[in-house]
């Protein structure tokens, strides 16, 4: 029988207090360090620069967290990483340094990657099949919700003073308590497979390149954004506020705009989320003095748009993958996100730098009518999945492949279903084989992994002893 969700949350409550302990910590240091740069009179390249590293360092603990983690054990792992990121937020505070601050930056990207691996494997070893949807969906509201709070705990104390490294590194020190003192069992061995970029592409073009953009969106948001409204003149205070917004916003649509992805053709809702974005983006362009009266409703308006395109992104990858390929997919798509997330702040800040504040938005335009105009053009290319074959949407953390262990679609297939399917299968349809085929007689790229061809059946006996599988959407 499946848990009550206030059973699930008691059962899970020492791992998501260290989640919303860490992802309060981080999102706390990510802002000031933004903010503290802009102050210290650093230029706006070396702001970005700062704030880019992270990235670089969160993709290395993505491919290197898995072997760490099998070689010392879970609660090692997070003991060494917790209480070296909580360190290194205090060193921000001795050392003012934009050099030192982005090997600060590469190294904190790199213990949080860690971290949320620990995390996200613990809870995959807490779950079962008739819980996985509630927890994922509870560790997505915990996790947005310790991101939003960081951002209000910048009103705790002045930016120039060194209290608020002091909470930052508290909050990263608090995480590791709940797991250290746990009596659970510490989970199994983590896997640290991971598809090829050119595989992953061949899937689907759109997918890859709408990870991409969304990762350049993230980076600029948290990376720029703080910046972004002290330069609109912002007290902290409102700074805080606005950063909150926009967290907030994309926290309490992206589940519904999933929702409405399973009901209708996903690219469609893809594009529709881009350009949504887009003229938000120009917004600002139009009508300048609106938005800065209500700059924090266009920030909340604005992380609507941007926060649920990776989610959109990979469940359309999804679709696309037999449920043994959404992990090592997951992999390949997060180290994309991250490589692009990098930058992000790179080009926020140089924009903003070299233009004035309101090129970041203009920036958002740009990245949501690029990727829209790509979801156009793959809209005119070979098949397209209808919404029976589409998998359920399940929004993931942007975080490690394991994240996706949790998700309700990587179960495996039972046993008796998967009989029936292989019964059922007695070889491709020719309407079938003409739907997913270009005007030109090639295969579509998405379709590639959908259909294999048997070409050695030349008469009705081959066929008899070799039969072509066409794997069902599951």
Same mark, same amino acid.
């Given at each position: 029988?499946?848990?009550?969700?206030?059973?699930?949350?008691?059962?899970?409550?020492?791992?998501? &207090?260290?989640?919303?302990?860490?992802?309060?910590?981080?999102?706390?240091?990510?802002?000031?360090?933004?903010?503290?740069?802009?102050?210290?009179? =650093?230029?706006?390249?070396?702001?970005?620069?700062?704030?880019?590293?992270?990235?670089?360092?969160?993709?290395?603990?993505?491919?290197?967290?898995?072997?760490?983690?099998?070689?010392?054990?879970?609660?090692?792992?997070?003991?060494?990483?917790?209480?070296?990121?909580?360190?290194?937020?205090?060193?921000?505070?001795?050392?003012?340094?934009?050099?030192?601050?982005?090997? &600060?930056?590469?190294?904190?990207?790199?213990?949080?990657?860690?971290?949320?691996?620990?995390?996200?494997?613990?809870?995959? %070893?807490?779950?079962?099949?008739?819980?996985?949807?509630?927890?994922?969906?509870?560790?997505?509201?915990?996790?947005?919700?310790?991101?939003?709070?960081?951002?209000?705990?910048?009103?705790?104390?002045?930016?120039?003073?060194?209290?608020?490294?002091?909470?930052?590194?508290?909050?990263? +020190?608090?995480?590791?308590?709940?797991?250290?003192?746990?009596?659970?069992?510490?989970?199994?061995?983590?896997?640290?497979?991971?598809? @090829?970029?050119?595989?992953?592409?061949?899937?689907?073009?759109?997918?890859?390149?709408?990870?991409?953009?969304?990762?350049?969106?993230?980076?600029?948001?948290?990376?720029?954004?703080?910046?972004?409204?002290?330069?609109?003149?912002?007290?902290?205070?409102?700074?805080?506020?606005?950063?909150? =917004?926009?967290?907030?916003?994309?926290?309490?649509?992206?589940?519904?705009?999933?929702?409405?992805?399973?009901?209708?053709?996903?690219?469609?809702?893809?594009?529709?989320?881009?350009? $949504?974005? %887009?003229?938000?983006?120009?917004?600002?362009?139009?009508?300048?003095?609106?938005?800065?009266?209500?700059?924090?409703?266009?920030?909340?308006?604005?992380?609507? &748009?941007?926060?649920?395109?990776?989610?959109?992104?990979?469940?359309?990858?999804?679709?696309?993958?037999?449920?043994?390929?959404?992990?090592?997919?997951?992999?390949?798509?997060?180290?994309?996100?991250?490589?692009?997330?990098?930058?992000?702040?790179?080009?926020?800040?140089?924009?903003?730098?070299? &233009?004035?504040?309101?090129?970041?938005?203009?920036?958002?335009?740009?990245?949501?009518?690029?990727?829209?105009?790509?979801?156009?053009?793959?809209? $005119?290319?070979?098949?397209?999945?209808?919404?029976?074959?589409?998998?359920?949407?399940?929004?993931?953390?942007?975080?490690?492949?394991?994240?996706?262990?949790?998700?309700?679609? @990587?179960?495996?297939?039972?046993?008796?279903?998967?009989?029936?399917?292989?019964?059922?299968?007695?070889?491709?349809?020719?309407?079938?084989?003409?739907?997913?085929?270009?005007?030109?007689?090639?295969?579509?790229?998405?379709?590639?992994?959908?259909?294999?061809?048997?070409?050695?059946?030349?008469?009705?006996?081959?066929?008899?002893? @070799?039969?072509?599988?066409?794997? +069902?959407?599951?």
């Amino acid at each position: 029988m499946p848990r009550s969700p206030v059973a699930l949350i008691i059962a899970l409550s020492a791992t998501l &207090f260290a989640a919303f302990a860490l992802n309060s910590g981080a999102s706390l240091q990510s802002s000031l360090l933004a903010l503290r740069s802009s102050s210290e009179g =650093f230029a706006p390249i070396y702001t970005g620069i700062i704030m880019a590293s992270y990235y670089i360092g969160f993709v290395a603990g993505i491919i290197w967290g898995a072997s760490l983690v099998n070689r010392v054990g879970h609660i090692r792992t997070f003991a060494a990483l917790a209480s070296t990121a909580s360190a290194i937020t205090l060193l921000h505070a001795v050392l003012v340094d934009p050099i030192t601050w982005s090997l &600060f930056r590469i190294l904190t990207g790199l213990c949080v990657s860690g971290l949320y691996l620990v995390i996200e494997s613990w809870l995959n %070893a807490q779950a079962d099949n008739t819980s996985r949807g509630s927890t994922i969906a509870i560790y997505m509201t915990v996790s947005l919700g310790g991101l939003a709070i960081g951002q209000l705990l910048l009103n705790v104390s002045p930016i120039s003073s060194f209290e608020l490294f002091t909470v930052a590194s508290v909050l990263l +020190s608090l995480s590791l308590v709940p797991l250290s003192l746990t009596r659970q069992p510490p989970p199994a061995a983590v896997s640290g497979e991971r598809m @090829t970029f050119r595989r992953l592409y061949k899937i689907s073009p759109l997918g890859f390149v709408a990870a991409s953009g969304a990762g350049v969106l993230s980076g600029a948001v948290y990376g720029v954004g703080p910046v972004f409204a002290a330069d609109l003149g912002l007290p902290t205070t409102d700074v805080a506020y606005f950063m909150f =917004f926009v967290i907030l916003g994309g926290m309490i649509m992206q589940f519904p705009i999933g929702k409405i992805s399973d009901v209708v053709p996903r690219q469609y809702v893809m594009i529709v989320v881009l350009l $949504g974005l %887009a003229v938000c983006g120009l917004m600002p362009l139009a009508a300048p003095e609106l938005v800065r009266e209500n700059l924090t409703v266009w920030g909340g308006i604005t992380g609507v &748009f941007i926060m649920p395109i990776y989610g959109l992104a990979v469940a359309y990858v999804n679709d696309y993958l037999e449920p043994e390929d959404i992990v090592p997919a997951s992999g390949g798509l997060l180290i994309i996100y991250g490589a692009s997330a990098a930058s992000g702040p790179l080009l926020g800040s140089s924009a903003v730098g070299q &233009f004035g504040p309101w090129a970041l938005p203009v920036l958002f335009a740009i990245i949501g009518i690029a990727v829209a105009a790509f979801a156009f053009y793959r809209a $005119g290319l070979g098949r397209r999945i209808s919404i029976e074959e589409q998998g359920q949407f399940v929004a993931v953390p942007r975080t490690t492949p394991m994240a996706f262990e949790l998700s309700p679609i @990587t179960d495996d297939v039972p046993a008796d279903e998967q009989a029936a399917d292989v019964a059922s299968d007695s070889g491709p349809d020719i309407e079938e084989i003409a739907e997913m085929m270009t005007p030109d007689g090639t295969a579509h790229p998405d379709d590639i992994g959908q259909v294999q061809l048997d070409d050695t059946r030349d008469d009705q006996a081959s066929e008899d002893k @070799t039969k072509t599988d066409i794997p +069902s959407k599951r």
